[in-house]
């Protein structure tokens, strides 16, 4: 399985940003899809998750009504838009799937392959 994600780029405060995760290969097989994050000198965290059975979603804390994740089965994608940003979201964004059942999977050992990830700035 390969990953591609993109769209990240620098944005003000209160603005709006999509990033994109392209799967390829054998993606049928895998249960959820994940975007964390990392900020300079930081762990890397749990952000969004969707079920790709089912569609639901989980969000931490921190983005909750902020964030969207959402998914394009035809293109084998998935999005989070990210609305409202702020300077605290500036990180790496990393996408990522898990083929284990336990749901909602929040730890990154949880994931097992990984995207390159793309860098999200936000300006004050």
């Known amino acids: 399985v390969q990953l591609q994600a993109s769209g990240g780029g620098l944005v003000q405060a209160g603005g709006s940003l999509r990033l994109s995760c392209v799967a390829s290969?054998?993606?049928?097989?895998?249960?959820?899809m994940g975007w964390f994050r990392q900020a300079p000198g930081k762990e890397r965290e749990f952000v969004a998750a969707?079920?790709?059975?089912?569609?639901?979603?989980y969000y931490a804390d921190s983005v909750k009504g902020r964030f969207t994740m959402s998914r394009e089965y035809a293109k084998n994608t998935v999005y989070l838009q990210m609305n409202s940003l702020k300077p605290e979201d500036t990180a790496v964004y990393y996408c990522?799937?898990?083929?284990?059942?336990?749901?909602?999977?929040?730890?990154?050992?949880?994931?097992?392959?990984w995207g390159q990830g793309t860098l999200v700035t936000v300006s004050s």
């Open positions: 990522a799937v898990s083929r284990g059942s336990n749901w909602p999977t929040l730890k990154p050992g949880g994931y097992e392959y």
């Open positions: 290969g054998r993606t049928f097989s895998y249960y959820a």
């Open positions: 969707i079920n790709l059975s089912d569609g639901r979603t």
